[in-house]
């Protein structure tokens, strides 16, 4: 396929990747990943769309061609203070999103801190744990989630990147991750994902220190984020997926002017796993 081309912009002294696939002249649509993937991740969204968008999909920090955070500054305000950088920078406002995991987690928020500024977003299992999970983190007092907190980013800090002997072995494992993938998607996917190291073999391109930090926002805060977007919302959500559905759980009532999609035959990748499907429901909701 065309591919779009290369760009880098700044935040927080770190320099961080972008790819732009033209058309300049239309409205601004914003593509952002999920964690350990990266930009190149939308090519198949960004093809059926760029003849109308003028689009730009980011690496978030610590994946893809980005820089990674020394000191492990990865928390939730980092990342959005890098989406509210490009939008920034790149005079993208008002910008359409669309947005994956913990992207539309971020994208989402960021929309609650600038309604004004995002005129529609496309959020795939953005909303993070179920109703039930966020009831037993909060049965830990503070002090015992700061240990487990310390102890999780202590054996992280042991790990080294897997190393991989060929590229068809870590294609093995992009297949092996998500059983939907056509051999032609987890060929793309694992050809961007990952760099060759100095000895020959291959890992993938993100920061195994990317995770939370402790320091984020609370789910009242982000409630109250979601609270605030004042331009139609469209949630998506993978039947097969982990993720509990926010009707059923009660969480979609946080939104003035949102509406579900849930999709058959889909896990968490719902851009990959149904595309078609997807792709309709996202042209028909851009088009309202």
């Keep these: 396929m065309e591919g ?17 696939w033209g058309n300049e ?5 914003l593509l952002v990943h999920g964690g350990r993937d990266h930009c190149r991740n939308w090519d198949w969204v ?15 920090r610590g994946h893809g061609d980005s820089a990674w955070a020394i000191g ?3 928390d939730m305000g980092a990342y959005i203070y890098d989406i509210a950088q490009i939008v920034h920078q790149k005079g993208l406002a008002p910008v359409t999103i669309i947005a994956h995991s913990m992207g539309a987690g971020i994208a989402l ?20 744990p179920s109703p039930a999970v966020m009831a037993e983190q909060a049965s830990r007092t503070v002090d015992q ?26 294609y093995a494992r992009m297949a092996e991750e998500n059983p939907h993938l056509s051999p032609e998607q987890a060929r793309h996917l694992t050809i961007y994902g990952a760099h060759q190291n100095e000895d020959g073999t291959y890992s993938w391109k ?3 220190h990317s995770r939370w930090g402790m320091g984020g926002l609370s789910h009242a805060d982000q409630h109250y984020l979601w609270s605030q977007i004042t331009c139609p919302v ?55």
């Design 4 to 20: 779009p081309t290369s760009h880098f912009y700044f935040s927080q002294r770190l320099r961080l990747h972008y790819v732009d």
């Design 25 to 29: 002249g239309a409205e601004p649509l």
């Design 46 to 60: 960004a093809q059926r769309l760029r003849d109308r968008y003028h689009i730009i999909a980011p690496d978030l």
């Design 72 to 74: 492990g500054g990865y």
């Design 109 to 128: 928020n960021y929309c609650g801190a600038y309604p004004d500024a995002v005129k529609k977003i496309v959020a795939i299992e953005g909303l993070g």
């Design 145 to 170: 989630r700061l240990r487990d907190w310390i102890e999780d980013r202590r054996k992280n800090s042991g790990r080294t990147p897997r190393r991989y002997a060929t590229l068809d072995e870590a």
């Design 206 to 208: 993100f920061d195994n």
């Design 234 to 288: 469209l949630l998506m959500r993978g039947e097969e997926s982990w993720a509990s559905d926010p009707e059923a759980d009660g969480r979609i009532k946080h939104f003035k002017n949102a509406r579900l999609v849930n999709f058959e035959g889909a896990g968490h990748w719902v851009h990959h796993d149904q595309l078609e499907s997807f792709m309709a429901e996202v042209e028909g909701f851009l088009a309202e």
